[in-house]
T-cell receptor, first 114, second 111 residues
Framework: SAVISQKPSRDICQRGTSLTIQCQVD?????MFWYRQQPGQSLTLIAT?????????ESGFVIDKFPISRPNLTFSTLTVSNMSPEDSSIYLC???????????FGPGTRLTVL | GENVEQHPSTLSVQEGDSAVIKCTYS??????FPWYKQELGKRPQLIID?????GEKKDQRIAVTLNKTAKHFSLHITETQPEDSAVYFC??????????FGKGTHLIIQP
């Protein structure tokens, strides 16, 4: 399995500000994914981040709001920009080990926007 | 894009009984169907998965069945125990794409 860590684990932010979430994997992986889990709800894919290329965003998510970086094969960041209370969610990164279908999830970042 | 429907939203069973959660998917090209268990405040954990070239898979008390024709797959938990209480999510994906999740089932095991 993959060991995935995220920073910060939680944060409380003011509306209008931005927060960058970091995701670190203990092995080199091609694809990393970012998901959002709103309170009491399911997971929704935000974007797929491949090293060396632009992230691919799902319908309803845009780069200006959720810019993603993928500087190397073990690390990615997601920024939540110009936050509003509706952005209060848990943000999870995920990855899939080479040659497998299984997606492993990081512990998540619990974001509260006031 | 893919759409995954999951039922029921809440399921309460007596300890020792079986639990069944059902999902349907819309994209016939989807070929990978995992099930995740999420306990309160924790990350989703894979409990079992199945690929489209397999009709059934079992791991101890947990089994998953897949009907490709009907675009339907189910999670079966036998001899339920209190520690099975959690939210369960089904999901579907195509190849190396990200996952599309169902809305989740809150499974309650009554002592």
């Amino acid at each position: 399995s993959a060991v995935i860590s995220q920073k910060p684990s939680r944060d409380i932010c003011q509306r209008g500000t931005s927060l960058t979430i970091q995701c670190q994997v203990d092995s080199q992986v091609t694809m990393m994914f970012w998901y959002r889990q709103q309170p009491g709800q399911s997971l929704t894919l935000i974007a797929t981040a491949n090293q060396g290329s632009e992230a691919t965003y799902e319908s309803g998510f845009v780069i200006d709001k959720f810019p993603i970086s993928r500087p190397n094969l073990t690390f990615s960041t997601l920024t939540v920009s110009n936050m509003s209370p509706e952005d209060s969610s848990i943000y999870l990164c995920s990855t899939r080990l080479a040659g497998t279908d299984t997606q492993y999830f990081g512990p998540g970042t619990r974001l509260t926007v006031l | 894009g893919e759409n995954v429907e999951q039922h029921p939203s809440t399921l309460s069973v007596q300890e020792g009984d079986s639990a069944v959660i059902k999902c349907t998917y819309s994209d016939s090209a989807s070929n990978y169907f995992p099930w995740y268990k999420q306990e309160l405040g924790k990350r989703p954990q894979l409990i079992i998965d199945i690929r489209s070239n397999v009709g059934e898979k079992k791991d101890q008390r947990i089994a998953v069945t897949l009907n490709k024709t009907a675009k339907h797959f189910s999670l079966h938990i036998t001899e339920t125990q209190p520690e099975d209480s959690a939210v369960y999510f089904c999901a579907a994906s195509l190849g190396t794409d990200g996952l599309t999740f169902g809305k989740g089932t809150h499974l309650i095991i009554q002592p």
